[in-house]
């Protein structure tokens, strides 16, 4: 998971949005192709912490 992160690029980029919970709070989506297919990727920094949650597609 974590070398996914580091590998993602201005190209896996797709959108950044606010969550459902808070619109206060935004995320970035990215759709990378990883070695195991293509995954849906957002990416949320909350209180310093960065939480990462994958899809596949």
Do not use: N
């Not at 190209?11 to 206060?24: C, G």
């Not at 195991?36 to 920094?45: E, I, N, P, Q, R």
């Amino acid at each position: 998971m974590v070398e996914i992160v580091l590998a993602l690029t201005p190209r896996d980029f797709h959108k950044s949005m606010t969550t459902h919970a808070d619109h206060r709070i935004w995320q970035d989506v990215y759709c990378p192709v990883t070695a195991m297919g293509a995954v849906y990727l957002k990416l949320t920094v909350l209180d310093g912490v960065p939480i990462v949650s994958f899809k596949e597609l």
